[in-house]
């Protein structure tokens, strides 16, 4: 199983992105998946997850009404759709899958699958 993170990139202030994580070798439309994030010197955080099927998200403060987390199952795919963006959302972002459960946690040791990470810098 593989999880591929992608469309991360240097953005100014007040721009977006939208960071894809891509699922080979199983489906997981029954699964949670999970957005954390890395800035340098500090510890890797949560940002966003969704539930299998889609039914239940969660945010973290810092980032509730500004980002957007959705799947396409047809697509085996999970999106982050991140607007306003600010210079303290620079950080390597990483995706994960739950392999056992649909149920939304923020909590990292949940999470049996991670994507590699991209890289997003947000310019001020």
């Known amino acids: 199983v593989q999880l591929q993170a992608s469309g991360g990139g240097l953005v100014q202030a007040g721009g977006s992105l939208r960071l894809s994580c891509a699922a080979s070798?199983?489906?997981?439309?029954?699964?949670?998946v999970g957005w954390f994030r890395q800035a340098p010197g500090k510890e890797r955080e949560f940002v966003a997850a969704?539930?299998?099927?889609?039914?239940?998200?969660a945010y973290a403060d810092s980032v509730k009404g500004r980002f957007a987390i959705s799947r396409d199952d047809a697509k085996n795919t999970v999106y982050l759709q991140m607007n306003s963006l600010k210079p303290e959302d620079t950080a390597v972002y990483y995706c994960?899958?739950?392999?056992?459960?649909?149920?939304?946690?923020?909590?990292?040791?949940?999470?049996?699958?991670w994507g590699q990470g991209t890289q997003v810098t947000v310019s001020s």
């Open positions: 969704i539930s299998g099927n889609g039914g239940s998200t």
């Open positions: 070798g199983r489906t997981f439309s029954s699964n949670a």
């Open positions: 994960a899958a739950d392999r056992n459960g649909p149920w939304v946690t923020r909590f990292q040791y949940v999470y049996d699958y």
